[in-house]
């Protein structure tokens, strides 16, 4: 069993800030990605293998994630 790598591109007043965590399956890094953005994106990878590009949108409230595969 692989554990999930969350990759998480938010963008700050300036510059983009990359931040890599670890979690121990999908769901966990799912909540784990909701909490640590506000705004931007986010990859989530298995190994090499990329599994998902998120996108974060909206504002403090009923915020949404677009979804893209490979």
Do not use: Y
Request: with cysteine.
């Amino acid at each position: 069993m692989h554990r999930i790598q969350i990759a998480i591109l938010s963008r700050g007043e300036r510059e983009l800030h990359h931040v890599r965590l670890d979690t121990l399956d999908l769901g966990t890094a799912l909540l784990v990605t909701d909490i640590n953005l506000a705004e931007g994106s986010a990859e989530l990878w298995e190994g090499e293998r990329r599994l998902a590009r998120l996108i974060k949108h909206g504002g403090p409230h009923a915020t949404f994630w677009e979804v893209g595969c490979r």
